[in-house]
């Protein structure tokens, strides 16, 4: 089943451009979910294009790794294996430690009050709100990432395609599992506030470590 765009989001021109940017908006918002298949017949309709524009929507779609584009059943939104997301994070506590050294060291310099007061917020140790917690955990990592001040290494983590890995595994989130790593953010942020750039490196790679085990762990998220 498809998702049927709003009469507002209605294409306009009917062109690849639109249509490859309403599809990948879709997907990244998780409007259409990992492992579902794109109905061709549907979004025809549903987007008001033809078949042609649709194609080479979903070749440039599967070229930036948002589908996969599988013999006999067409396109489908992109699903991480176990493997494929035990590597992911195996990258992540490299590439996301070192970002915790570099934004702890940049905290002071680079003068980012907003960035400062959310550490402030989240090392103080809100209650545990799983509604909040993806939107929460998302913003805490971007927000290391900003203050790290390196664009090469944003690159990289863009690259993993994380938005993917997250919509997988939200729906599986329990109690436990938000409660331990809202109490390793706070660690993380109070070492970045008490300027320990080592100890933030260190607290990051084992919150992601940890990450891992849980991750792995949750049931039905696998293909």
């Given amino acids: 089943m498809s998702a049927t765009p709003s009469s507002s989001s209605k294409l306009h021109g009917n062109t690849v451009e639109q249509l490859f940017n309403q599809l990948k908006k879709s997907i990244q918002n998780g409007t259409f979910a990992p492992g579902q298949r794109l109905v061709a017949t549907d979004l025809v309709k549903d987007y008001g294009v033809s078949r042609g524009p649709l194609r080479e929507a979903f070749r440039r779609l599967g070229a930036e790794g948002f589908i996969d584009v599988v013999p006999n059943k067409g396109a489908i939104v992109k699903k991480f294996s176990r493997k494929q997301i035990h590597d992911l994070f195996l990258i992540r506590q490299v590439i996301e430690g070192l970002a915790a050294r570099l934004a702890t060291e940049n905290l002071e310099t680079l003068g980012l009050e907003a960035e ?33 001040d390196n664009q090469k290494l944003q690159s990289l983590v863009e690259q993993m395609q994380l938005p993917f890995v997250k919509f997988q595994i939200r729906g599986s989130l ?20 008490a300027h320990d750039a080592k100890l933030a490196e260190r607290l990051m790679q084992k919150h992601l470590v940890n990450a891992a085990e849980r991750v792995m762990k949750l049931p039905d998220i696998f293909p």
């Fill in 116 to 148: 400062h007061q959310m550490l402030e917020q989240i090392a103080s140790g809100a209650p545990e709100e799983i509604a909040n917690f993806s939107e929460e955990n998302s913003k805490f990592h971007s927000t290391i990432l900003r203050l790290c």
């Fill in 174 to 193: 329990d109690r436990d599992y938000i409660t331990s790593s809202k109490k390793e953010h706070s660690q993380i942020a109070t070492a970045m506030l």
